[in-house]
């Protein structure tokens, strides 16, 4: 979309510009004394008895040379086409062939009209910047109907008219110029041929006037621009006078811009929940030169308070750049209505911009505003230790925590530096080897057709599915490694999932058979069984009140699918290890979030590859790429280099709201989730987060197995040279013991060493625990509790602490005491 002025040729606006329409031949440049072509004369011969149109002789004089100009206002850049001038004589005479000379020697072009219909036709096709008419005798016209007649047009609103007088005589007193600006005209100039004269009068206008119209033109072309922003603006004045809205604020709002144009912002109705400092805070900041951008809340028209995420900018006025550490501008009655306004230091900001958006204020936006407003009466020391603090708070990584804490001890080091991090990433000139084995379906696997065939043995175990006790491990063994298909059909028809996405009993039960077949059942960790248990603990979540009144179906469908396929085709082996052995996988997701990926990737290469285990097959497309995002982004969430990043969200924009909101009233808050998509998107992501680390909250037998296991698969695949399929390296959320086997093979590849500290002679199992849990489990399951409400888990996890904190005093390495095992 290009965007102009009505009616004029400059400024343009949008994604292109289209060029200003033909400029009329005349003849600025031809001057008597040099030879003419043939066209030339022809042209200037024709111009004559054109709508009146006529050209004066004059000897010859120097003409300045003039091309487009640029010109700057504010950001913008502009090119000035040379000035056009109109003049307006009923005859020709020597004032009104001083003008067309001056004219020709100032480089403008003109025409001449002798009278007003021609007048009025050339302005309307031309648009003069200029105008000069005769108004000296009115027995050939009335001077100023031609300027009414002329103002009366849209594009006279940038033109500038000079009314041409007689020279007052010495007995009479000189007339008052207001009936000639009431008519319309701009200037007035007493009768005077000379050249010099005519030239000077309009170079003034040139660059006085005109000037400031044509800036005033490129304005137009702003609030064009402005008017169909979609974020809503509000423009006021230095005493906070509203001086402009959008139609975007009108709709927000649900004012009419007639309602506030003129008023105070102090006369509006304000919000009663703002925090007492905000206004202090907003201040000091505009009170530096800065833009201040936050979360405030406003009163629409209709009552209802709103919260918007604000920008508030100064804009300086005339006067130029000042130092604006220095000065000052009251925002008080932005907010409030009916406080006192402080004197303002130096002077005032002529007028502040607010836009407005409907997002969340980030919790660190809070913290820089905190921090800006400290450093306004700090000492110069201070001041420069909180710039270096506000620098690294601007950096990305700002959730990840230091390394090398926690008394110092290498277990919690080395662990939390390999799971926070992708590796060394140093070249070791050994390339891990990786062969395709994708395994699409297990036809000679006896399966059940439907639920209700499932063994007696087997559907007993699933009617206690429902409780965090149940026993996952009693099922594998049951279902001969095979738990996820008959899990999965239980959890999947007790959800109505075949129902939502429109598909067979049977099509869910190829797809899980295809997605467990494509788990290595030789890892003794990161197998189906895993992803059975994972599958288990997210429909217990779901299950949970709170839960359940934040989230839609399609969110329940796309939990329980991402549980299934999260670690599909997983290799048992770390992310960091892919990246440095300059794996496959690694090369091809850029060393980033490589295993999540790749299981993502995966996961809908097999389903949509048969139609026969499609399940997405029947859904609309819109559905699907709704399903197909979430879960990705579940999926994703697993990895664990953004791990403190999605609970400091979560804790920010769920728990803390929520606890404000129940501390507020003395009933049960509703679900912060519905309505609120990017809460249900952070519930999500740590629901999955939780079930994927849901060890050391399991029943403590349980926990230990999972220890165990993680602990044998490292270790039986320690000597291996080569990886199986297109698999990658473990995530890293269990038991720490797999990192022996992983430093091994490390150290036989030639590959940095990501964890030294983790050999199989000196590691504790106990101390990795305890370090986990307190990295990694308890803040994050402390704020899940706080929002699902989940007792029984807490005390497994408190239990299973106090396990290895035993296990730990007594200097015991291993999964339990010998007098235990």
Known sequence: MTLSPVGETAPWVGLGSLPPPDHVENSLNRRKNQPETPLLSERRHKTKDIRGFKQPTSPTIINRQVSSAEVRIGPMRLTQDPIQVLLIFAKEDSQSDGFWWACDRAGYSCNIARTPESALECFLDK???????????????????????????????????????????????????LPLLHAGFNRRFMENSSIIACYNELIQIEHGEVLSQFKLRACNSVFTALDHCHEAIEITSDDHVIQYVNPAFERMMGYHKGELLGKELAELPKSDKNRADLLDTINTCIKKGKEWQGVCYARRKSGD???????????IGQG????????????????????????????????MARIHSMTIEAPITKVINIINAAQENSPVTVAEALDRVLEILRTTELYSPQLGTKDEDPHTSDLVGGLMTDGLRRLSGNEYVFTKNVHQSHSHLAMPVTINDVPPSIAQLLDNEESWEFNIFELEA?????????????????FGVCEFLHCSETTLRAWLQVIEANYHSSNAYHNSTHAADV???TAFFLGKERVKGSLDQLDEVAALIAATVHDVDHPGRTNSFLCNAGSELAVLYNDTAVLESHHTALAFQLTVKDSKCNIFKNIDRNHYRTLRQAIIDMVL???????????????????????????GSDCECSPPGKNFPENQTLIKRMMIKCADVANPCRPLDLCIEWAGRISEEYFAQGGSDKLDATVTPPRVPYSRVY?????????????????????????????????????FITDMFDAWDAFAHLPTLMQHLADNYKHWKTLDDLKCKSLRLPSDS
């Open 305 to 315: 308070s709103i919260q918007q995420h604000v920008k508030i900018t100064p804009v």
């Open 739 to 775: 990192y022996f086997l992983q430093t091994d093979e490390e150290k036989r590849q030639g590959l940095p060493v990501v964890m030294p500290v983790f050999d199989r002679n000196t590691c504790s199992i106990p101390k990795s625990q305890i370090s986990f849990i307190d990295y």
């Open 478 to 494: 049951v279902t001969h490694k095979r738990p996820l298909v008959y899990l999965g059909l239980k959890v999947f028809s007790r």
């Open 637 to 663: 969430a697993t990895e664990m280099t953004k791990h403190f990043e999605h609970v400091n969200k979560f804790v920010n924009s769920i728990n803390k709201p929520m606890a404000a909101e129940i501390d």
């Open 535 to 537: 599958l288990h603990a």
């Open 127 to 177: 648009h003069h910047e200029i105008i000069v008419i005769d108004h000296r005798q009115t027995r050939n016209f009335d001077a100023e109907a031609v300027c009414r007649s002329i103002r009366a047009t849209n594009p006279s609103e940038h033109a500038v008219i000079l009314a041409v007088v007689s020279q007052t005589s010495g007995n009479y007193e000189e007339a008052s110029v």
């Open 320 to 351: 130029g750049y000042k130092n604006r550490r220095k000065e000052s501008v009251d925002v008080k009655s932005i907010s409030s209505r009916g406080s006192d306004a402080p004197s303002l230091q130096n002077r005032r900001y002529p007028s």
